[in-house]
């Protein structure tokens, strides 16, 4: 096999990445990382969570997800509610409008990948693995953080607008 096909199907993985962030993006009205936030609170307890469990969830550092509440908040999406014990320490719960949104959007390819992923034997998993930790390792970005979501690096920075 050439490198260039391999290459190509690397830039044809991130392009579709991009591709979907921009389509989310135009249909909607929310970034992926802000639908991964909605997500993450219609699975929380009581549609609650607060802004560190958002943090650790979305592999964020607090003031991209500040951002990222605030557009939500801005938009209706979710709602700040003080804790009872320390109005200083605020939850942030989901609306009723961000659940008709939800039902709304297409799975995301994260989602498809995953459920395809699970039905994947051992072995084969063992081989994507492990090229792909190859594929890190030739590219140089083992010290690169990231969550176990697909999000198109430029939307993050996008969404602190």
């Known amino acids: 096999m050439d490198n260039t096909d391999i290459l ?22 929310v970034s992926i990382p802000q639908v991964l936030c909605l997500n993450f609170l219609r699975n929380s307890p009581d549609f609650r969570a607060t802004q560190k469990e958002i943090c650790t969830f979305l592999n964020l550092n607090p003031s991209t997800v ?12 979710i709602a700040r509610l003080p804790k009872k014990d320390d109005r200083r320490k605020t939850t942030i719960v989901l609306t ?3 659940s008709d949104l939800l039902d709304r959007i297409p799975p995301l390819m994260h989602e498809r990948l995953s459920e395809n992923l699970s039905t994947v034997s051992p072995d084969d998993a063992d081989t994507i693995n492990n090229a792909l930790d190859l594929l890190i390792d030739y590219l140089d970005i ?17 969404d602190q607008k």
């Open 8 to 29: 190509i199907k690397i830039r044809k993985i991130v392009r579709s990445i991009n591709l979907e962030s921009k389509k989310i993006l135009k249909d909607y009205g």
């Open 66 to 77: 500040t951002g990222i509440i605030n557009r939500l908040e801005g938009k209706g999406y």
């Open 96 to 98: 009723s409008k961000s």
């Open 142 to 158: 083992e010290s690169v953080d990231a969550s176990p979501v697909i999000t198109f690096e430029d939307e993050i920075a996008d």
